[in-house]
């Protein structure tokens, strides 16, 4: 017979997947992990929400809902077993790369000139303007960290103009990405451009010229595509 913890468990996640897959789900992560429905105790439970299972619920749901989901589980747990803290301790959004991905690769993207769409950037409000050293790594770092806070962002590259890779997070293997680049930066230096976007169908790329350098960002179908343009134009390099 199944305890209270496993119960309160799988009854919430009834409410974000089906009640079959709720229990096959958790059934399987505390099979893995040497637990059982019978005996599993609040403080373990608690650490398969915030590890294995939010791990295996990620490749379900976008990770991003995955973790909002278990984190809010997470915290009811801790209300009904005091003595079983939630371990969802992470302030603010995360990129991301940062949650639990399988591996997987890009396609070769495969496109020219004729597959990309030129946006206007004049649109919507615009955020706060931000200033990077792109010779520093540590600020290339911390320009793919904001970007990857973005709703809907799988992916951030920083390349010099001529296409060379310099930096890169992604949740998937980004090799496919790099010739894009290198080709937008071509187009780049023949027009007059500040911003590209190319419609993949299941996702979107955008770049963005930072005087020696370009930043491209790989975005899901779902993102709010006019919000990252408007990011990008406000990026700067220090001089």
Known sequence: MTNAVYTLVVRALSGVVSDRAAETILRAVLREQGLSAESVSAQDMQKVLSGPLLSRLSTVLPPARARKELAVLSKQLESQYPKAPTLFTQSGPV???DEPQNETTFDDLGLGADDFE???PDYGAAPITRTYDLTQ???QDALIQNLG???GVQGVMVCRATGEVLRVKAV???AGLGGVVAASAMLFQKRSLKLMSADLGGQTVCVCPLGGYCVAVVATSQ???GRLLV???QLRVAA
């Open 95 to 97: 990129a991301t790369w």
């Open 118 to 120: 030129f946006d206007d």
């Open 137 to 139: 790594p540590g600020d």
């Open 149 to 151: 806070r973005l709703s």
């Open 172 to 174: 998937r293997d980004p």
């Open 223 to 225: 993102a709010n595509v």
């Open 231 to 233: 990011e990008l134009q």
